[in-house]
């Protein structure tokens, strides 16, 4: 087998790395049009929390940005803005998907719940209590994606929809310890309050507790 | 981000017609990886042709015994499908070894396909890329290369595909159904679909311009053992260093599809009349050619350990 | 009021509130959405533009050009400030590389410009049409090749030696000369850096997302170049810091510059892909190590030299300190040396020199014990010492490492440990590990104002933070034991830059020093309120609301009758740190299975005992150290910032790339608390576990692979690939 050498930045890649960086803080920009469109801009109706709201948005505005910045929503946060730490999460049409990265514009007539939805101070939703009582949070910001995430977990085992830890594809879909684990796992918690998320969900899931550790 | 008009199209035909028609114009399902790079400015359309009303949410069964996937049907659909369980697990638990499941129930099966690639040095944009900017150069070669390509990269691209449906869907003999803008159908067997990067490693697919994915088509059910293994530092929500699509046979005989080493899903079929032999044969076909940096040289003995793995687990 | 005799009984002891596993105050709001953070205050202030910012897209050279004609013709751009805009600005005290770069960029994605426009979109639209042209200087990455070139730090006692240490480690018996390194790590705190900045007139409202308040308002003032006093910082909820946001970054100077230019509040967050370049980060190391030990076991010589690297001004990670007190041994050595790098800033990160150190020392502690033949349980135990090594006159104020060994190892059921390689449980090798934990306890003054309103309720002002930490909920424990009454009627403030200076978050100081600032307030509202109300305040008793003297028993809030009572304090502190050692003591046990084919190593228990004085709230404690421990296991399995060292940036400047765990490779932890208090910490006799959790832990993982395949990796984080071509072969 030929070996793909370790190579050190020949002179030439140095000079092409320094020639993009030459371009443009945004290299993409090479070459597009001098003038810059204004933003596009579209009206949109769903539904949050129950209500009906309607806005006039920048095409660009995620759903993340619509409930925060527009509807000052602030429950659901920006944590990555790439999908790749879960703090965004909200549940639309009974799923739970990451709000940053969906448009706004493509949510037409679609419902929406984000965590001022399930529960508030006052009357806390079972799953927020049960995060209160075991501490499955700490300085609280991927909390309202763990709990909507958890939410729909919950849901979506119930539906008999598999996991990458389900032992059988074919059998119901068994609720376990590790069942949580693996379909929580979109939901980064950098505090590390993992374990006490698990023991509240489980809680608020009741029935048998199966499966430990890995 | 760059302005953009957005649309929803009304049929596959017209939506192909649109972005046929204008080179800034981009196709938008579930957007899980668009809008991740359109925020990042490696994907910079002016148009966005939403494609979520063309109905193309259904798994049917075919004339020959196989399953019609509808392009938008969301991968955790797909996963779910009880026929999909029952007759190509090696799919299901590819899709469930992705991503998460929020990423799931948005990500559909021809944005799935069109996934682009993980490599850092394509996200940075102040890194120059053949990928983004053809002949710009590869920062990644000679870089950080753990999780890049050994099989069939060139001096221009080591990316890999980061698919793990894809990976199944090769094992499977899927074939991807397309329409043209002048309402031309065509199907691309999975293994023409994805290509090398060669010196053009901008051009992904053998898709034209404006073509659209409006179903990727499952062959009749072939039996055997399916499994995917999908291997990773983190146990879940991360993509693969190394990932084996396999469906064993009782003979000991059948398919093996590997992920998270190319540009695209990589099976060599004449390889596989190796299996019976075990792991270390049919590696041997497979990963001939490889060409690896000491910081992934050992994508090539973990591939053939967990193909090993799959073969010990289909044998029970 | 200042503590420098040992606490003796006073009211805290009473433990009818703290040291009881409450329910956080603050959880209703958070797991309800309703915690206000940073970028998020659009009810304190309206009209708010975006800001988004530009980096450099070099590690280190010159701006050669700027054009940002296209960017300030861009829809809804309302300012642009660039270094050449904002005129003079000076580095904070707390910061090694300038905030806002240019001409000179002194480390990738160092910031180069702010632009503020309507809407966020438009923000970052604008900022990706900002042009700059650059000229490439050399720089230094790769710290194994800079190694050789460090130097000896001006600051924090690099070098100790006690005794002989080349001697005694020549002539000892058995003995341990290794290599270990540590990689780059990023905090990666859930929320992004971020603030919202509003001036009236030549003053500045700061709502930001910061541990330590007082430096923040000093170091913005400082860079800014305006008076102190004209600062004011807010920061009530923080969505995690670990030592990144422990002091002000660019994401709150170029607010407050985009602010001005603007002439309307702004707001910027860091995007998460632009963080880990832009911000600081844990500083990789290289260690070495040298152990000698008689035949019995007993250590003669210990020798810890760490290198680092940073920018120029910078510092090192000070990774050998607790090699200086951990184990007993009569001829010591440490030495720390710092090597200049071109990379982001090295600094604090959760335990910095202690996470790192002891994933070194804990391994070598691991293999020499393996060398001798003894238990490492039983090797740390013959090597305790109850003094500080260097000055035996000096002893800890408690240490109880031993027990929190031997509970340890009863509770895992570590007798059950076999040797590398033996254990199988299906397809995975199940090993053991096991590793001391330790970090120093430290003392911070801290200031708290108290007042008792006309409802009785009692308010607690401070700038105290709360990182997740807890705070919220000991400061109220501590004012409801003080002032006697239910943690219901105590209302907490904090992290606002207007209220008495506190220890703030960091380096585990936050809990213990906070609530005695807060004990220390109180004392004096005991004696106002039991003025107001003709009592003797020596033999006042506060409890259930009410304050008795003898048969006398009047209600609380009757002091508050004619207006709130007011009284402030700080807690300060005397010798006793100087006469004592005072230090937090772990042990960390894990179980981890490895994967027999592919080498996938995943993580089956987890058990700390921890002894870290009174537990002032052991539900959030407890979390406190759970939470320390999924770091640490991030930090031995997957946590690394790799060093493109051509350019010289972290490539994996993403959640994506750079991983950290997820529940599904945490199992079920389970932490226990050794029964103490210390008398010599504060009036609270607690010290801090937030950092102790992270301690240790790394090596416990690192240890557990090893008993689980025989193959020692000594380069964190130990990943798959470097245990696979080590592995048993199969069959």
Request: glycine share 10%.
């Amino acid at each position: 087998m030929a070996i793909l050498e370790d190579l050190q930045l020949s002179r030439r890649e140095v000079m092409a790395t320094g020639a993009a960086v030459g371009v443009a803080a945004a290299p993409g920009a090479a070459g597009a049009a001098p003038v810059e469109p204004g933003p596009s801009l579209m009206k949109v109706s769903f539904t949050v929390n129950g209500q009906r709201q309607t806005l006039e948005l920048d095409t660009r505005t995620t759903l993340l940005d619509a409930l925060r910045e527009h509807l000052k929503l602030t429950g659901s946060k920006k944590g990555c803005d790439h999908g790749q730490c879960g703090a965004c999460t909200v549940i639309v049409d009974g799923r739970r998907i990451n709000s940053c990265l969906s448009l706004a514009v493509m949510h037409e007539g679609d419902e929406v719940t984000t965590i001022e939805g399930l529960g508030s101070p006052e009357k806390l939703h079972p799953l927020q209590a049960a995060f209160v009582r075991h501490d499955g949070y700490q300085c609280g910001y991927c909390t309202p994606g763990q709990i909507c995430s958890a939410k729909a977990v919950l849901d979506e085992i119930k539906a008999g929809v598999p996991s990458h830890v389900t032992a059988d594809l074919n059998a119901k879909v068994q609720f376990s310890e590790d069942e949580l684990r693996e379909r929580m796992s979109g939901n980064i918690c950098r505090c590390g309050a993992y374990s006490n998320i698990v023991a509240a969900v489980a809680e608020v899931a009741g029935g048998p507790i199966l499966g430990k550790g890995a | 981000m760059r302005a953009f008009t957005y649309e929803r199209a009304k049929s596959p035909r017209e939506a192909a017609a649109a972005v046929a028609a204008d080179p800034t114009a981009r196709f938008i399902a579930g957007g899980t990886n668009l809008l991740d790079l359109m925020k990042l400015e490696i994907e910079t359309p002016a148009r966005l042709v939403d494609v979520n009303d063309l109905k193309l949410d259904e798994i049917t069964p075919t004339k020959d015994g196989g399953l019609r996937i509808g392009a938008l049907v969301r991968n955790t659909d797909l996963a779910a499908d009880k026929r999909v369980r029952k007759d190509y697990g090696v799919l299901s638990r590819a899709l469930l070894a992705g991503a998460s499941g929020q990423l799931r129930n948005k990500a559909t099966t021809a944005g799935n396909l069109l996934q682009r690639t993980r490599c850092p040095y394509f996200y940075d944009t102040n890194m120059p890329c053949n990928k983004r900017t053809p002949g710009a150069g590869c920062a990644a070669i000679g870089g950080f290369t753990r999780s890049l390509a050994v099989l069939g990269a060139s001096e221009a691209c080591i990316a890999t595909h980061p698919s793990d449906m894809a990976v199944a869907l090769r094992v499977l003999d899927a074939a991807v159904e397309t329409v043209t803008p002048d309402g031309t159908e065509r199907s691309i067997p999975i293994a023409e679909f994805h290509r090398l990067p060669g010196q053009t490693p901008h051009v992904e697919t053998a898709l034209a311009r404006g073509e659209l994915i409006t179903a990727v088509t499952l062959p009749k059910p072939i039996g055997g053992v399916h499994a995917y293994r999908k291997v990773r530092d983190r146990a879940s929500y991360a993509f693969a260093l190394v990932s084996v699509a396999s469906v064993i046979h009782k003979d000991g005989g059948g398919r093996i599809a590997l992920g998270g080493v190319a540009h695209k899903p990589w099976r060599v079929e004449a390889a596989e009349s190796s299996l019976p032999r075990g792991a270390k044969a049919v590696s041997e076909g497979l990963l001939a050619g490889a060409r690896t940096t000491t910081q992934n040289a050992f994508k090539l003995t973990l591939a053939e350990r967990a193909i090993g793995a799959a073969v010990t687990e289909a044998r029970g | 009021m200042k503590f420098d005799t040992p606490a003796t009984t006073n009211p805290i002891d009473q433990l009818k509130v703290i040291g009881k596993p409450l329910d956080r105050i603050d959880g209703p709001l958070k797991t309800t959405g309703r915690a206000p953070y940073a970028y998020e205050r659009h009810d304190a202030i309206p009209d708010i533009a975006y800001g988004y910012v530009v980096g450099a897209a070099i590690a280190k050279g010159r701006i050669t050009s700027m054009d940002l004609s296209r960017a300030k013709a861009a829809p809804g751009v309302l300012a642009i400030v660039t270094a050449a805009e904002a005129g003079k600005l000076a580095k904070g005290d707390f910061n090694t590389a300038m905030l806002l770069g240019g001409p000179e960029i002194q480390h990738y994605h160092q910031a180069v410009a702010i632009v503020v426009a309507e809407t966020f979109e438009q923000a970052r639209a604008a900022a990706g049409l900002v042009k700059v042209d650059y000229e490439r200087a050399k720089g230094t990455f790769d710290l194994a090749s800079a190694k050789d070139g460090a130097t000896k730090p001006k600051d924090g006692g690099p070098d100790s030696a006690v005794g002989d240490f080349e001697a005694a480690f020549a002539a000892a018996p058995v003995k341990l000369d290794e290599t270990y390194t540590t990689p780059d790590q990023g905090h990666a705190m859930m929320e992004p850096h971020a603030s919202i900045a509003a001036w009236k007139g030549d003053k500045l409202s700061l709502w930001t997302s910061n541990q330590m308040i007082a430096w923040g308002a000093g170091d913005v003032a400082k860079t800014l170049g305006v008076p102190r006093e004209n600062v004011r910082l807010m920061s009530p909820f923080i969505g995690g810091g670990f030592g990144g946001k422990l002091f002000v970054r660019a994401d709150a100077i170029l607010a407050a510059l985009g602010a001005k230019a603007a002439g309307r509040p702004v707001k910027v967050a860091l995007t998460r892909p632009f963080m880990f370049n832009n911000t600081t980060h844990r500083p990789a190391t290289i260690q070495r190590i040298r152990i000698g030990t008689d035949r019995a076991g007993k250590i003669t010589a210990i020798g810890h030299e760490s290198w680092s690297g940073d920018l120029p001004g910078g510092g090192p990670e000070t990774a050998v300190q607790q090699t200086r007190l951990l184990y007993a041994g009569e001829n010591r050595m440490t030495k720390t040396r710092l090597a200049v790098l071109d990379l982001p800033e090295g600094n604090a990160m959760r335990a910095p020199g202690e996470a790192p150190g002891l994933m070194a020392l804990e391994v070598a502690v691991d293999e020499l014990a393996e060398k001798l033949g003894i238990d490492p349980v039983e090797f740390r135990v013959l090597n305790d010492t109850q003094v500080d090594p260097e000055k035996p006159s000096r002893p800890f104020s408690q240490r109880r490492l031993n027990e929190c060994l031997r509970t340890g190892a009863d509770k895992f059921g570590w007798s059950r440990r076999a040797k590398p390689g033996q254990v199988r449980d299906g397809r995975w090798l199940v090993g053991m590990g096991v590793a001391a934990a330790f970090r120093n306890n430290l003392v911070m003054k801290s200031a708290a104002r108290v007042r008792l309103e006309t409802s009785g309720v009692v308010t607690v002002e401070t700038d105290m933070t709360d990182i997740g930490t807890g705070s919220y909920t000991i400061i109220a424990q501590t004012a409801a034991e003080m002032m006697g009454v239910p943690l219901t009627r105590v209302n907490v403030r904090l992290g606002d830059s207007s209220f008495p200076v506190s220890a703030g978050s960091g380096g585990q100081w936050g809990a213990n020093s906070s609530t005695a600032g807060v004990y220390a307030a109180c004392v004096k509202l005991r004696e106002a309120v039991a003025g107001k109300l003709g009592l003797d305040a020596a033999q006042a008793q506060f409890a259930d609301g009410r304050v008795k003297v003898g048969n006398q028993s009047l209600p609380l809030e009757q002091a508050a009758a004619s207006g709130p009572v007011t009284a402030e304090d700080f807690m300060e502190y005397g010798d006793l740190t100087k006469t004592h050692q005072q230090s937090t003591f772990g042990a960390h046990f894990v179980e981890v299975g490895v994967d027999a084919d592919t080498a996938e190593i995943r993580i089956r228990r987890m058990l700390a005992v921890c002894a870290a004085g009174r537990i002032l709230n052991p539900k959030s404690a407890r979390s406190q150290v759970i939470g320390a421990m999924v770091m640490g296991a991030g930090a031995a399995l997957m946590e690394e910032l790799v060093v493109d060292k051509r350019i010289g940036f972290f490539v994996n400047h993403d959640l994506a790339g750079y991983e950290v765990p997820v529940h599904a490779d945490i199992p079920h932890q389970e932490v226990i608390f050794l029964d103490e208090t210390d008398p010599m910490s504060s009036p609270m006799k607690a010290k801090g576990v937030g950092e102790l959790g992270i301690c240790g832990v790394g090596a416990a993982v690192a240890n557990a692979i090893y008993n689980a395949t025989g193959v020692r990796v000594r380069e964190y984080p130990v990943t798959l690939d470097k245990l696979l071509e080590k592995m048993p072969v199969l069959a």
